[in-house]
């Protein structure tokens, strides 16, 4: 590595490093004065007023209402504006992002007008929202938000890239903590590039920066889970990671990513993945760089990276550590952390807020800690609670870190925002909901315990505090009902996903051991031909879609007795192969393989592949017909819709043929693809449904989402025929092109057709609102349409 730039990159952390001390030096002062003790009881006796409520008789009566628990999302927010609470807690929780992630000052005219139109625009989307049955991390909510900006196409590569983060995350790290860090930094550039662009833009300018602050946002988050989170894991042995710290931190210092090089460790293949991404998105931040902030953003994010690695490397064992040792990184990686976010969107210099965001760096972290100290203390790692934990009673001279968080908090009520009433406000509401938030989680005794410990210096002080955390009310924040909900969504939807793909092998399983048919003794030798005909095709490696669907929804959502629709899923199953006998036949397309084996037609002839698609077609309806443990008007009108649904899915592949070489339109290729895709996605759920003689109305919403989520799975097969792996699809690929097919790729290019999918599941994810069923097992079938690679 050349040397001098070695040189300045230590040079820069030396000056920041300076800064900091500085700062710590007046801190400790102050700590050591208790210069914010009188302060601060003087801010809560005026502050305490809006949060100490004597109860009215009106109040007495909401309050019976009952409070929900914050958990309940939606009957929180409904809560919240029927006692009139919401607008004070949007108006505090926006004020707060203002303060925090956007270095605002609150006394500005400007930055309120503003947080008074977030705050609007918010409050006017919560109650609107809250009596749908609307997820508000759900994919396609994200991508109807993307929609109205214009930028649908960044959000759909942004979600492919956080799928694939995700499914990258080793054991040994907290894989939903890692992906909200993630999520949190993309939406703080969000922020800060809306702050930037200002009023005065034009739409097409405006969506032009939000695309790029997605970008921007994606690539510089993704150093926490890869960076910041993998090196504190354990996940790398300590060779792997002096290796990986030595590569980022050639990075930072040279402005270039080095090659991977040798990797013996274990975790080469997760390495070798990490590295690609990361240096994907070193490139992309430093193609984006005006000249003249690039080099601020390579001093932050050296001091960021240093200060962190300085923190890292500490022993809790060590009882030497002085203050000054324990304090100035945190000071570094705090501030550093936030300052980078504009210099990674290239943001005009404004010394005014590296000066607010410097200092105010060091109270979040404090927090933070606070908040983390015994999953800290656990994992060894030290920070100024755990190992004032340790050493207090052997080491007088150690600041006591609770103390210093509130020294903090006065010195910037009072000397950075000059005892601003709303930041003054603002802040001790935070303070206070930190202190009641982390009582609840690890109970009053051991509260009481931390804060002998912590506060007992301070009596007065003390009983001030936590009179407020007994009795103060309205101090809770939007920010952190959304990290809550953030969290449990992640933590939800991976259990549900493993559980969604638990069923589908079990079930799939299952339905694999009743397929085959058997010959009869008496079958003659010119039988045994179709028999082994139909066993070979149904023999391949299928998906079972179609009668794992009917199933879920029949036994798991009706109640139908499993043994009872056996024939049902046979026929199913039987139905869907016979049309992909069909289809692959040389007067259709002419496919050589299928399902990772070569077509029916190559192992026997055409003659055999034709009747044997016929005998499966009669098959199907035969076992139709010995639904024996259901009404016979249910088990006829069955039949005739599975006969009416044959019906269209020829009449669809007859369009498909008819097609070839000619160019369809939009409203023409969507019919065309329900026809020979959605009717038996539609039949998969509708038969179940008539079985259980489930109303009108609900047959209706399901023929809805079947309509779309067919076109949706057309329309993945048709990008999967384009960009998708032999070896995975068990097909060759190109085939549209080769037999000239009209397919949405040729129509839509591969831009539009992956909006157009995009669409057509957001279509099908709102009408599951109208299913009055348990919708979990749908949701991620249509996840898995749009997200398989076969």
């Not at 109305?697 to 048709?718: C, N, P, T, W």
């Amino acid at each position: 590595m050349n040397e001098e730039l070695r040189r300045k990159a230590d040079e820069s952390y030396r000056l920041a490093e300076q800064k900091a001390a500085r700062y710590f030096q007046s801190l400790d002062e102050q700590v050591r004065q208790m210069t914010y003790v009188s302060t601060l009881i003087k801010d809560i006796q005026s502050w305490k007023h809006n949060h100490i409520h004597h109860h009215s008789l009106i109040s007495f009566f909401s309050r019976k209402k009952g409070k929900p628990d914050s958990r309940e999302y939606h009957n929180y927010i409904k809560w919240l504006d029927y006692t009139g609470k919401l607008d004070p807690y949007l108006d505090r929780s926006i004020s707060y992002i203002f303060l925090r992630d956007l270095g605002k000052t609150l006394d500005s005219p400007d930055t309120m007008t503003r947080v008074r139109r977030v705050v609007d625009n918010l409050k006017s989307h919560l109650t609107t929202d809250r009596g749908e049955k609307t997820e508000m991390f759900s994919m396609a909510r994200l991508y109807r938000m993307a929609q109205k900006e214009g930028i649908e196409s960044t959000m759909i590569w942004l979600l492919n890239k956080l799928k694939t983060v995700s499914s990258n995350i080793p054991k040994g790290m907290d894989a939903e903590q890692a992906q909200r860090k993630l999520i949190k930094i993309i939406a703080g550039v969000m922020m800060h590039e809306i702050e930037e662009m200002g009023d005065e833009i034009s739409p097409e300018e405006r969506t032009r920066k939000l695309d790029k602050a997605l970008r921007l946002g994606y690539s510089y988050g993704l150093t926490y889970p890869f960076i910041d989170d993998l090196l504190d894991s354990g996940v790398l042995s300590d060779k792997e990671q002096k290796q990986y710290s030595d590569l980022i931190r050639t990075t930072l210092i040279t402005g270039s990513v080095p090659k991977l090089g040798e990797w013996t460790g274990k975790n080469k293949g997760l390495i070798r993945y990490i590295h690609s991404e990361l240096k994907e998105a070193f490139e992309y931040i430093k193609a984006h760089q005006r000249q003249a902030t690039i080099n601020s953003f390579f001093e932050q994010s050296y001091v960021f990276f240093h200060s962190q690695e300085v923190d890292r490397l500490k022993d809790l064992s060590n009882a030497n550590y002085t203050n000054e040792e324990l304090y100035i990184p945190i000071i570094l990686k705090s501030s550093s952390s936030r300052l980078i976010v504009r210099s990674v969107l290239s943001a005009s210099e404004d010394e005014e807020f590296d000066n607010r965001t410097f200092f105010y760096g060091i109270y979040n972290q404090l927090a933070d800690d606070f908040a983390d100290m015994f999953d800290d203390m656990k994992d060894g790692a030290v920070t100024p609670y755990t190992y004032y934990l340790k050493y207090h009673d052997k080491r007088s001279d150690l600041i006591n870190p609770f103390e210093l968080y509130w020294t903090v908090i006065s010195h910037l009520i009072h000397n950075v925002y000059h005892s601003d009433t709303k930041t003054r406000e603002v802040m001790l509401d935070r303070a206070i909901n930190s202190l009641k938030r982390f009582k609840v989680r690890i109970g009053t005794k051991k509260y009481n315990e931390v804060m002998e410990l912590f506060a007992s210096g301070n009596p007065k002080f003390n009983r001030t505090i936590q009179k407020m955390v007994r009795k103060a009310d309205d101090v809770d924040f939007f920010d952190k009902l959304i990290r809550d909900q953030m969290i449990t969504h992640l933590k939800n939807e991976k259990k549900e996903r493993e559980e969604f793909l638990d069923t589908i092998d079990t079930v799939r399983s299952e339905i694999n051991n009743l397929l085959h048919i058997p010959k009869n003794d008496e079958d003659s030798y010119m039988q045994d031909p179709i028999i082994d005909a139909a066993n070979y095709s149904l023999e391949g490696d299928g998906k079972r879609l179609r009668p794992i669907v009917t199933w879920v929804m029949g036994v798991n959502e009706y109640g139908l007795n499993s043994s009872a629709i056996v024939p049902l899923l046979r026929s199913l199953e039987y139905m869907h192969t016979a049309s992909l006998i069909f289809d692959d036949l040389p007067s259709q397309d002419n496919a050589s393989i299928r399902r990772g084996r070569p077509t029916l037609h190559q192992v026997h002839n055409m003659a055999i592949a034709e009747l044997t698609g016929l005998f499966l077609t009669q098959k199907a309806i035969r076992e139709q017909a010995s639904l024996d443990q259901f009404d016979s008007k249910t088990v006829l009108a069955l039949i005739q819709y599975s006969a009416q649904t044959i019906e269209d899915m020829c009449k669809g592949q007859a369009m498909d043929l008819d097609s070839k070489g000619k160019r369809l339109t939009l409203e023409q290729l969507n019919r065309m693809s329900f026809y020979k895709t959605g009717m038996a996605f539609e039949a998969s759920l509708i038969m179940p449904a008539m079985l259980a003689q489930a109303n009108q109305l609900e047959i209706e919403a399901l023929k809805k989402f079947a309509y779309h989520a067919g076109i949706a799975f057309q329309i993945k097969d048709d990008l999967l025929d384009v960009e998708g792996d032999l070896v995975k699809l068990g097909k060759p690929i190109g085939q549209d092109a080769e037999n000239n097919n009209s397919t949405f790729v040729s129509i839509l290019g591969v831009v539009g057709a992956r909006k157009e999918m995009w669409e057509h599941y957001c279509l099908a994810m709102e009408v599951l609102k109208e299913v009055p069923h348990n919708t979990t097992f749908l949701k991620h079938l249509l996840n898995y349409i749009v997200n398989r690679d076969r």
